[in-house]
């Protein structure tokens, strides 16, 4: 928390009042603490009589940092980062609108949800997992690809502290299976990654949870327990009759690194199993995207460019190209201030130009909510010299970003 003491005159609309220097019955406020969102907010504090208000600076809509802030446009220009080009983009038309589709992939994310927990509580019992389920919601979330390449995509923007392991493999395999899509894998290969994707954590179950939740620094010896898991994985895997070796090799090999540094084989190169290689960036981008009990989610632009610089020595670099110009800088989803100030969710990909996304702004340039959102779509001609500044934290903007996902509002 960083707290700023400043006079009731230097504040502004967006600002997170952490407190005031009169006591709560004196204010007009229902709590201590609160965002400014309106002119009349403004005006009731600056009457209330409090000469100081101390806000966090952490907190709010307002930008209190002076450096620059985007790492988008920073990462296009030091990687030369491209959309996918116009042929490319053709080929993967959508058969059904993203909207649309979201009806259906919703159910199927859901559905996937719980039979994923079934087979997590089976496998931790020692019991066979019901394998045709499974497979069947392979099935019909590649189904649901290829109507739509990024109806799915969206919901694998989903975060759940509390069910982390579920919404992990769940988002996982989301990220796998459309990046497969843009890879033009045919439609067998896409239920392999996905059912692998799926699973590739199931070995963790065999893992003292008291390691796994541990919040503080593992030890050599809870570290080399950890690293058991992908064998473990693909114990449970094999057990399947007609699992593909792809998807039984993903969960072995997920944690392996491009330059051989991972485990548990050291495995280099192209050596590591394809699946294994496109579920290091999917797996490496979710968890980093997501809350954890040592540390705070970072925003995709800034773990897209922690995974860009340990690009070569981690990831295969085309994969991981490949997988950004699919996500784009700013996924669906992302919280974003423009170049105006006006606040919003990244509602569409552009896939030919990253930094261009269409923005559902839901904050004016002066921090005040607005009563009906405005669509900013940033390729038109109208927007042209407005870009992105920087991202934000989804808690910011006091909007259930899930409930937008799940609602196909983004
Ligand atoms: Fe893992």
């Keep these: 928390m960083a707290i700023k003491k400043l006079s009731i005159a230097e504040v502004k609309i967006g600002m997170y009042v952490h407190s005031l220097d009169i006591s709560w019955f004196k204010h007009p406020f229902l709590r201590n603490s609160f965002i400014i969102s309106s002119e009349e907010d403004l005006a009731k504090l600056q009457k209330c009589g409090a000469t100081y208000v101390y806000v966090d600076t952490e907190r709010g809509l307002y930008n209190f940092e002076t450096r620059n802030q985007d790492y988008g446009r920073d990462l296009v220009s030091k990687w030369r980062l491209k959309g996918i080009d116009e042929g490319e983009c053709a080929k993967l038309q959508d058969i059904v609108p993203r909207q649309e589709e979201l009806k259906t992939s919703r159910k199927i994310y859901y559905q996937t949800r719980k039979i994923l927990e079934d087979a997590y509580h089976r496998a931790a019992k020692g019991k066979p997992i019901n394998w045709n389920e499974i497979f069947k919601v392979a099935d ?112 072995y090999q997920h944690h392996e690194r491009f330059d051989g540094s991972g485990y548990p084989l050291g495995l280099k190169g192209f050596r590591i199993n394809q699946f294994a290689l496109i579920a290091a960036v999917a797996d490496v981008f979710d968890a980093l995207t997501s809350d954890r009990p040592y540390r705070s989610a970072m925003s995709p632009a800034v773990a897209i460019a922690k995974m860009l610089e340990q690009g070569e020595r981690d990831f295969c670099f085309s994969y991981l190209l490949k997988f950004i110009q699919c996500l784009g800088i700013y996924p669906i989803g992302t919280v974003v201030e423009l170049d105006s100030r006006q606040i919003g969710i990244v509602t569409e990909i552009n896939h030919l130009n990253l930094e261009r996304p269409t923005i559902l702004a839901l904050y004016d340039s002066q921090y005040r909510r607005l009563k009906e959102p405005q669509v900013i779509d940033l390729a038109s001609e109208q927007y042209q010299k407005i870009g992105i500044s920087r991202c934000l934290d989804p808690a910011k903007i006091e909007v259930d970003i899930r409930q937008f996902l799940e609602s196909g509002k983004v």
């Design 140 to 251: 019909a979330a590649v189904e649901s690809v290829f109507r739509n390449k990024d109806a799915f995509l969206s919901l694998g923007m989903i975060k759940n502290y509390d069910a982390y392991t579920f919404y992990h493999s769940l988002n996982v395999s989301c990220l796998c299976i459309t990046v497969g899509r843009y890879l033009f894998f045919d439609k067998e290969d896409l239920i392999a990654l996905g059912v692998g994707a799926l699973l590739h954590d199931i070995g963790k179950v065999r893992i003292p949870e008291k390691i796994i939740n541990k919040l503080g620094r593992l030890t050599e010896e809870e570290f080399s327990i950890i690293k058991k898991h992908p064998e473990y994985s693909q114990e449970i895997l094999s057990r399947c009759p007609h699992i593909r070796w792809d998807s039984v090799h993903l969960a």
